[in-house]
């Protein structure tokens, strides 16, 4: 089992940042990637961005232009939250590992961002 450390969540006010932290043992997210999801309270789980192939990053709609992933080393995947908005508020997830039945194999604790004023 792959362990998936998440930090970095917090309160902030609409147009805030945040920045989240996943890491990870092994260098697993050079094999397989990594996502960021997040769930809003009573809402479905949604996926927020991911990268794949070491350099191929794509982000959700709803966050282009203010989310950004990057990196500091193999085994530590980050997640910068720029104006922060309202609707961002949830828990956020990293994942990585093999997919099946789209879902990754391994998740993160969660990480809550809540963004109020």
């Known amino acids: 089992q792959v362990q998936l450390v998440e930090s970095g969540g917090g309160l902030v006010h609409p147009g805030g940042s945040l920045r989240l932290s996943c890491a990870a043992p092994?260098?697993?997210?050079?094999?397989?990637?990594m996502d960021w999801h997040r769930q809003a309270p009573g809402k479905p789980r949604d996926w927020v961005a991911g990268i794949t192939g070491g350099t191929i990053i794509k982000y959700a709609d709803s966050v282009k232009g203010r989310f950004t992933i990057s990196r500091d080393s193999a085994d530590t995947m980050y997640l910068q939250m720029n104006n922060l908005k309202p609707e961002d508020t949830g828990v956020y997830y990293c994942?990585?590992?093999?997919?099946?039945?789209?879902?990754?194999?391994?998740w993160g604790q969660g990480t809550q961002v809540t963004v109020s004023s």
């Open positions: 994942a990585t590992g093999p997919t099946s039945n789209n879902r990754r194999a391994y």
């Open positions: 092994g260098r697993i997210f050079n094999v397989y990637g």
